[in-house]
C-alpha cells in the first residue's frame, strides 16, 4: 500500500505535441488510491495520450507526470521498467499476441518484467488465477482468433491485472462490443476495483461505462453487481477532454450538471446501453 498522501498518478501542466500537433495542453490532474478516473471526450481529444504518458511512452515537452510519486520524466529506462511494472494496461482492440496462446498471452508479463520476482513454478497458478476471474479458465490451450472479440477483452483484462498491478489503465475496453458484452467488461473492472481496491483511469466514449462505475459495487455473495446504497462514495471521478485541454473534472453529479455543450453531449442518460 501505497502513501494515501501521495497521488498514485500526477500530471502537473503536462503539455505533449507531434510536430506541430499539440495532443496535450497543460494538463493537470492527480488521482489517489482506489479512485476511478473515467476520461470522456471526442476520437482526437487526447485520452490515449494521458495513458502513454502516464506510462512515459510518449514524452511531454513540458510539465512533469509523477507516478507513485517518481518523476518518470527524469528515470532511468531502467528505473522506468521498474515503475511500469506496478501498471497493467489494456490497450486498444486487447492487443493479445496472435501467435501465443491465451496462457502465454496472460503469462507474458510475469516472463518478461525484469522488475517481476516470480519463481516460474507459481507462473501457471498465478495465470489459473487471472484468467478465472474472468471467468476464462477454459481457454488456457486456445488462441486469440479461436475467441470472440468479448472473450479476448477479458483475456486482456486477465493479462492486465496477473501481476495485481496498484493502478490499471483501460484504453476503450468496450469499444466496437456488444450492450451485453460491455457491461460484461464493465462488471470485470468493477471487480477489480473492490476486490483489489486498485486504482484505474478508464478512457471511453461511453457515457454509460462510467455510470456503471460509479453506481454500482461488486457483490461477492452474488457474484454480481449491485446498486450503491444512497450516500455511498464510489470514488468515481470523471474528466472530459477536448482537443488536448482538460475542460471538465468532478463527480457525476456535476457532470450532469454541467451547461458545456461539449462536455454536456457525453451525457447520455437517456440513450440505452
Known amino acids: 500500500m501505497g502513501d494515501p498522501a501521495v497521488p498514485v498518478l500526477q500530471f502537473e501542466d503536462v503539455s505533449v505535441r507531434f510536430d506541430e500537433v499539440i495532443a496535450l495542453d497543460k494538463v493537470s490532474f492527480s488521482v489517489f488510491e482506489g479512485e476511478t478516473c473515467i476520461l470522456l471526450g471526442a476520437a482526437g481529444s487526447g485520452k490515449t495520450v494521458i495513458l502513454k504518458a502516464a506510462m512515459g511512452l ?14 518518470i520524466c527524469c528515470l532511468t529506462e531502467l528505473d522506468l521498467l521498474k515503475v511500469r ?21 496472460v503469462a507474458y508479463p510475469l516472463l518478461n518484467q525484469r522488475a517481476i520476482q516470480i519463481d516460474r513454478k507459481d507462473i501457471r497458478g498465478k495465470v489459473n488465477e487471472s484468467l478465472n476471474f474472468v471467468e476464462l479458465g477454459q481457454t488456457l490451450k486456445q488462441y486469440p482468433s479461436e475467441l470472440s472479440g468479448g472473450m ?26 456488444d450492450p451485453i458484452t460491455a457491461h460484461t467488461i464493465m462488471a470485470l473492472i468493477i ?51 477536448q482537443e488536448g ?17 461539449y462536455t454536456h453531449k457525453f451525457v447520455k442518460k437517456s440513450e440505452p446501453a
Open 245 to 261: 485541454r482538460l475542460i471538465f473534472e468532478g463527480d457525476q453529479s456535476e457532470l450532469e450538471a454541467s451547461a458545456d455543450p
Open 58 to 71: 510518449v514524452q511531454p515537452v513540458s510539465g512533469r507526470v509523477l507516478l507513485f510519486g517518481q518523476d
Open 85 to 105: 511494472s506496478r501498471v497493467g494496461m489494456l490497450f486498444q482492440e486487447s492487443a493479445l499476441f496472435d501467435s501465443m496462446t491465451i496462457e502465454q498471452n
Open 191 to 241: 471487480k477489480e476495483r473492490d476486490l483489489d481496491n486498485t486504482t484505474a483511469l478508464v478512457v471511453t466514449h461511453r457515457y454509460q461505462d462510467g455510470n456503471l462505475v460509479a453506481n454500482f459495487r461488486y457483490n461477492p455473495n452474488s457474484k454480481g453487481l449491485q446498486a450503491v446504497e444512497s450516500g455511498t462514495e464510489t470514488r468515481t471521478k470523471f474528466m472530459v477532454l
Open 152 to 177: 479476448r477483452r477479458r483475456a486482456a483484462i486477465a493479462r492486465a491485472v496477473v501481476t495485481k498491478p496498484p493502478l490499471l489503465l483501460y484504453d476503450s475496453p468496450t469499444a466496437g462490443l
